[in-house]
């Protein structure tokens, strides 16, 4: 039962993340640096500590008691994550929106599941799931397969997505919504997406940074609750601290973009429907956060290791798909193109399953 509230509290978060950006698609009159850090302040600054504050008694003060190399190292992976998904639009600029995002998902994948696995197998700590004790167990091997039939599917979703920008004529978007100029350029885009790629899977190494401040949650929860399991919403603390440094970096760029585009007007132009658009954007931000919310929920069931992760980033990009086809973004394409996103999302689906199972076995 525990690993099947994992897998539907993951499956929520991945829906809140593959659909927060419909209410951006609803304002009018605003350009995207304007919308967008507006629904980031919600993301980032207002939800964070309010579903902290709902959740964690005293949350503040685990923050504030805890050591400042470790807010540091937090603060300092949502910063890098950030810059991780500012870059993602250069990366499908250069190498077009299917291969670049197939690229840059399937590294944020690997190493957001791997790299703490394999770190942990030389820094031990209790209950971490190393590399070493997945390769040599029948569940991590399961788990470790699933994330391999993953990164299939990401390739085959990214295949039909070139078939289709062959078909259609449409408007090239980087994941965000913002309109592109595509200029391919491999050697670049693959740097670029590279980056890209590694520096998005800092969220997780951030969630691993400050650790500790769950612990305590944990703990205290557990000293208050005996006998009823993990605490579902320990990593709301982190959240506050980790996004900080996300926010950071998306309000620079946003200034920076409303500066060049003389677009900081959007915020009070009343030739717009204003207040619709606050609403959506916050909306927009609320909705984003959410996944967050539940990937911890998620995590407190199966365990703070790579199957989260996988899970968490297999959700994603399998409602972002579906969400395609029901908006009809594929209509117009042929008989095998619509064969191939089928066969990607039925392949993310078998690893679900894969990673799901392994973790029955453990």
Same mark, same amino acid.
């Given at each position: ?11 929520? +978060? +991945?829906? /809140? ?11 009018? +009159? ?22 902290? @504050? ?26 890098? @994550? ?22 840059? =998902? ?6 957001? #599941? ?32 699933? =994330? =391999? ?6 390739? %085959? ?27 391919y350029k491999f050697g670049l885009g693959m740097l670029v997406s590279i980056i890209s790629g590694v520096l998005s ?12 401040? /769950?612990?305590? #949650? ?5 000293? #208050? ?16 601290? =980790? ?31 204003? !207040?619709?658009?606050?609403?959506? /954007? ?20 199966? +365990? ?6 996988? !899970?968490?980033?297999?959700?994603? %990009? ?13 209509k117009g394409v042929n008989r095998a193109t619509t064969a191939t996103i089928i066969a990607g999302i039925v392949t ?15």
């Amino acid at each position: 039962m525990q690993v099947v509230l994992g897998i539907l509290f993951h499956f929520i +978060g +991945g829906f /809140a993340s593959g659909s927060f950006y419909i209410p951006y698609k609803k304002i009018k +009159g605003w350009h995207w640096e304007s919308y967008w850090i507006i629904g980031g302040l919600f993301s980032w600054l207002i939800v964070p500590p309010l579903a902290a @504050w709902l959740t964690i008694p005293g949350f503040s003060d685990i923050i504030r008691g805890e050591q400042s190399s470790v807010l540091g190292m937090t603060f300092l992976f949502g910063l890098l @994550w950030g810059i991780g998904g500012l870059t993602y639009g250069l990366g499908v600029r250069y190498l077009g929106v299917s291969l670049g995002s197939s690229i840059i =998902l399937g590294l944020c994948m690997v190493f957001g #599941a791997l790299i703490p696995a394999i770190y942990y197998d030389f820094s031990p700590v209790a209950g971490k799931d190393t590399m070493s004790m997945m390769a040599g167990s029948t569940w991590g091997r399961t788990v470790l397969a699933g =994330l =391999l039939v993953c990164v299939v599917g990401i390739i %085959i979703c990214g295949k039909a997505g070139m078939m289709k920008e062959k078909q259609l004529s449409t408007e090239a978007k980087d994941p965000h919504g913002m309109d592109l100029k595509t200029e391919y350029k491999f050697g670049l885009g693959m740097l670029v997406s590279i980056i890209s790629g590694v520096l998005s899977a800092c969220f997780n190494f951030g969630l691993e940074a400050g650790q500790s401040m /769950a612990t305590v #949650a944990n703990d205290a929860w557990k000293l #208050a609750n005996p006998g009823e399991g993990e605490f579902l919403y320990r990593n709301n603390v982190i959240y506050v601290v =980790l996004l900080w440094g996300g926010l950071t970096t998306n309000f620079i760029w946003c200034m920076i973009l409303n500066a060049r585009n003389k677009t900081f007007g959007d915020y009070g132009n009343r030739k717009t429907p204003l !207040l619709s658009n606050y609403v959506f /954007a916050a909306l927009a931000g609320t909705t984003w956060f959410l996944q967050f919310f539940f990937y911890g929920m998620g995590e407190s069931k199966l +365990g703070n290791g790579p199957s989260s992760w996988i !899970l968490h980033m297999a959700f994603i %990009i399998l409602v972002a798909n579906l969400w395609g086809l029901a908006l009809k973004e594929w209509k117009g394409v042929n008989r095998a193109t619509t064969a191939t996103i089928i066969a990607g999302i039925v392949t993310i689906l078998v690893s679900v399953l894969l990673v799901g199972y392994g973790n029955s076995l453990k």
